[in-house]
C-alpha cells in the first residue's frame, strides 16, 4: 500500500508561479514512475505530467509543456510539480498517483492516488 499526500495548492493571478509537493510513504517510492492530473469542475480528470523512477524520463500534457516542470527526490519520497506562467484554465484540483511500472499517460493505469490539492488561477 502506498499512501500519497499533495500540498502547495493555493489561490494565484494569472502569469504567476507554485509548486506542488506530492509525499509518498507506505512502499519503496523510488522503483515506481509518478504522474501529475488535475480535475476541473465538471471535466474528467487529465494527465498532466509523468516522471520516471530515476527522474530522467519525463512526459508532459501539450497544455503545460514549456511551463509545467515535474521532478521527484527519491531520497525525501517526494515529487515535485513547478508551475509558471500559470493561466485560469490550469485551475483544476490537482492529484498526484503512483505506478508501480514504467511512466504512462493514462490514469487507469496507475495504481494510487492522492486525495488531491486545489489550484486556483484568477484572470
Known amino acids: 500500500q502506498v499512501h500519497l499526500v499533495e500540498s502547495g495548492g493555493q489561490l494565484v493571478q494569472a502569469g504567476g508561479s507554485l509548486r506542488l509537493s506530492c509525499t509518498a510513504s507506505?512502499?519503496?517510492?523510488?522503483?515506481?514512475?509518478m504522474g501529475w492530473f488535475r480535475q476541473a469542475p465538471g471535466k474528467e480528470r487529465e494527465f498532466v505530467a509523468t516522471?520516471?523512477?530515476?527522474?530522467?524520463?519525463?512526459y508532459y500534457a501539450d497544455s503545460v509543456k514549456g511551463r509545467f516542470t515535474i521532478s521527484r527526490d527519491n531520497a525525501k519520497n517526494t515529487v515535485y510539480l513547478q508551475m509558471n506562467s500559470l493561466k485560469p484554465e490550469d485551475t483544476a484540483v490537482y492529484y498526484c498517483?503512483?505506478?508501480?511500472?514504467?511512466?504512462?499517460?493514462?490514469?487507469?493505469?496507475?495504481?494510487?492516488w492522492g486525495q488531491g490539492t486545489q489550484v486556483t488561477v484568477s484572470s
Open positions: 516522471i520516471g523512477w530515476n527522474g530522467v524520463i519525463k
Open positions: 507506505g512502499r519503496t517510492f523510488s522503483s515506481y514512475a
Open positions: 498517483a503512483v505506478r508501480t511500472a514504467v511512466t504512462s499517460r493514462d490514469r487507469y493505469e496507475y495504481d494510487y
